[in-house]
């Protein structure tokens, strides 16, 4: 397991603790103990996180009702989707790809959640601009089909020429992918409107803030009403803060009148910066801190306690409402769900026992701990099962997925491992980051 990397979590490990496997036990301690490590040493920093565990079976509940509802369930849940749905969306964990640039990050507005000062040389790229013309070429050259590309920032309509270059250069590369940007709305003018759609924007998503003046919010939204006459689509994108129900629900009956298409629903999260404003509004930070604990590339930091619950009990207010344009959940994981695919996917055959799993895009492999390999070995020949990897160490035995079934009615703990697939100097390997229960328990 990389402790140093972060790259393990504890899975199922409250209903394994005590099964009488003491193999199985220390395994799942390794990985709980990765947790606990990390947890504790952001509270030593003055983080706060709600308890483990807390909200969970909450919003378990409104993800049942909201099936039941006939929202679509994506990506193992990551996703959740009603109505109309951005082509970048499905594209963002799809197979075509989807990939986000900026000109800039300037901008004119200071949030206090914003995460572009987690991005790498974001000191450079604030001071002389972000070399998208190479990312351009570089995308081009490894995936010429890419299906979805993305304008961010910054604030994009601060440098106006530099963002029809962009995308007339884009225009060029990708004739068939779908073009989008993401703007705070201050800016648009009707002049830079046609000119952003003459050079080939096709959807342009505004951003409102909990915290804008009134002033502020009835501008983004006179700049919704402008950018209906201009674009193939118009989306609202806003991450969705704890108890702020009733403030959202009056948004959305304005942007119901204004005849926006979708909005995307952001799990709230935290950037590893400016903890003394999350913490005077209250805020605790999820815990567990991620489905999978795994060291993600994307910055966007970690959610915050209360936001996915806010969130899902907003589309089932508006499903009852009858708002007219889509809506979309993207958890946190759902962000991470993208890079999960690009490092798993090309590793689907990296081994007989391993399995890409195609809905959480996550790679598994089957495993019995302990006293349990000596039962399971026969069965799973018996039923035809001929791979496996032996740890000694570990006391564990691997095996195909497919081959679970043969050990339904064994006096034996079956767990998925989920892993990841690395490269390092032009090297690949598979990394453990968590166990989970493989079967119902009996």
């Known amino acids: 397991m990389g402790d140093a990397a972060m790259t393990a979590a504890a899975r199922g490990a409250e209903g394994a603790e005590g099964c009488g496997n003491p193999a199985l036990e220390a395994a799942l301690r390794g990985y709980d103990e990765v947790e606990r490590r990390y947890v504790a040493e952001l509270e030593a920093k003055g983080l706060a996180f709600a308890p483990r565990g807390a909200g969970a079976e909450q919003r378990q509940q409104l993800r049942e009702q909201l099936a039941a509802r006939g929202v679509a369930v994506r990506n193992a849940g990551a996703s959740l989707s009603a109505g109309w749905l951005s082509p970048a969306c499905v594209e ?8 986000t640039f900026s000109t800039t990050f300037r901008c004119h507005r200071d ?3 914003c995460f572009n000062h987690n991005q790498a040389d974001y000191d450079t790229f604030f001071d002389e601009g972000c070399p998208w013309e190479e990312g351009l070429e570089r995308s081009a050259a490894e995936n010429g089909k890419l299906a979805c590309l993305g304008l961010t920032g910054g604030e994009p309509l601060l440098n106006l020429d530099a963002s029809l270059a962009f995308l007339r250069r884009a225009a060029e590369l990708f004739p068939q992918a779908h073009k989008r940007m993401y703007t ?3 800016l648009l003018t009707a002049e830079s409107a046609a000119a952003l759609r003459d050079a080939g924007l096709d959807e342009i ?5 909990t915290d804008d003046t009134s002033e502020m919010q009835a501008r983004v939204l006179a700049a919704m009403r402008l950018a209906r006459g201009y674009f193939d689509a118009v989306m609202v994108e806003m991450p969705v803060e704890p108890g702020s129900l009733e403030f959202m629900q009056e948004l959305f009956r304005e942007f119901d009148a204004i ?5 995307n629903l952001l799990e709230f999260c935290f950037p590893f910066c400016h903890w003394n404003e999350f913490a005077k509004r209250g805020f605790d930070l999820r815990n567990p801190p991620y489905e999978v604990m795994y060291d993600y590339g994307y910055s966007g930091g970690l959610a915050v306690a209360g936001s996915e619950e806010t969130a899902l009990e907003l589309m089932l207010w508006a499903l009852d409402e009858g708002v007219g344009f889509g809506m979309h959940y993207c958890s946190l994981a759902n962000k991470h769900r993208s890079e999960m695919r690009q ?5 689907a055959h990296v081994h007989p026992c391993v399995a890409f799993d195609e809905g959480d895009f996550f790679l598994k492999t089957a495993k019995v701990f302990g006293d349990d390999r000596a039962v ?7 039923a035809g099962c001929t791979d496996f990897m032996d740890d000694a160490d570990e006391q564990s035995l691997a095996f195909p997925p497919r081959y679970l079934d043969a050990l339904a009615t ?3 703990t079956p767990m998925l491992c989920t892993m990841v697939y690395e490269v390092e100097d032009g090297s690949g390997y598979l990394v453990d980051t968590a166990l989970s229960p493989a079967l119902p328990a009996r």
């Open 259 to 263: 005849g926006i298409d979708g909005i």
């Open 376 to 382: 399971a070995r026969p069965l799973l020949k018996a």
């Open 184 to 186: 705070s709305g201050d």
């Open 111 to 113: 949030c206090y959640f």
């Open 410 to 412: 064994a006096s034996v």
């Open 205 to 209: 998503r505004f951003s409102v803030k």
């Open 343 to 347: 490092k798993n996917e090309r590793a």
């Open 92 to 99: 963002c964990t799809g197979a075509g790809g989807s990939e």
